[in-house]
C-alpha cells in the first residue's frame, strides 16, 4: 500500500471513529437522566473538533496544491510530438518524476512526459535526442536516456507536458552535478 492510500485509509477511519464518537456522545446526552455538566460538554465537544480537524487535514493541504509554473528555457529546442520510446538512444541516464492535477494532488495516470537533453549521443536540437514517456497508475514516469552533458555551462533537462487535458508546462530542471546519473522533475498540472 502507498502512503498516499495509507494516508486516505487513516482519513476514513479517523473519520468514522468521529462519527461514532458524536454518536456516543448524544446517545449519552439523551439517555443520562441527569444529563452532562457544562464543563464536560465543552471537554467532549472540543475533543470532538479536534479530531475532525485532523481527520481533515490531508485533504486540505492537497486542495492547495499549486500548478507547475513553466520554467526560463524550458521549452529550447521543443520538438512538438516527439515519439513514446522505451529509451532514448544508448540510456545510462535516469529521468524520472510523478504528475499530479494541481489542487487536490491526484496522481494522474497515462499522461505524456516529452524529455530531450544535450547527452552524450546528440544535442537537445537533435530528433534522436527526443523522447516521450506515459506516467503510470500511480502517476509517475520514468525514462532511460544517455548521460546528460553541460551546455551553455550547465547540465540540464527539459521536459514537456504538452497534451490537451492540462496547460502545457516546459521544464528546465539544473543537474547539481554533471556527474548525476539521474535527475528527477516533477509536474503538477492544471486543468486546460
Known amino acids: 500500500m502507498n502512503s498516499e492510500n495509507s494516508s486516505e485509509q487513516t482519513h476514513k477511519e479517523l473519520a468514522a471513529e468521529v462519527r461514532y464518537f458524536e454518536l456516543n456522545v448524544f446517545t449519552g446526552l439523551m439517555m443520562s437522566k441527569r444529563g452532562i455538566n457544562r464543563r464536560d460538554f465543552f471537554a467532549l465537544s472540543s475533543t470532538a473538533t479536534a479530531a475532525l480537524a485532523l481527520a481533515q487535514a490531508p485533504q486540505l ?59 552524450t549521443e546528440g544535442h537537445e536540437r537533435d530528433p534522436e535526442s527526443h523522447g516521450a514517456t506515459l506516467t503510470d497508475e500511480n502517476g509517475q514516469y520514468r525514462l532511460e536516456m544517455p548521460q546528460i552533458v553541460p551546455a551553455f555551462g550547465q547540465a540540464h533537462a527539459h521536459l514537456a507536458y504538452d497534451s490537451a487535458d492540462f496547460k502545457t508546462v516546459f521544464l528546465r530542471p539544473l543537474m547539481d552535478s554533471p556527474k548525476q546519473t539521474s535527475l528527477t522533475a516533477d509536474f503538477i498540472l492544471q486543468p486546460a
Open 61 to 119: 493541504a492537497a486542495a492547495n496544491l499549486a500548478p507547475t509554473k513553466t520554467m526560463r528555457g524550458g521549452a529550447n529546442n521543443y520538438l512538438p510530438n516527439a515519439p513514446i520510446v522505451d529509451k532514448i538512444g544508448q540510456g545510462g541516464f535516469w529521468m524520472s518524476g510523478t504528475v499530479r492535477r494541481a489542487g487536490d494532488g491526484m496522481p494522474l495516470a497515462n499522461q505524456r512526459i516529452q524529455i530531450w537533453a544535450h547527452t
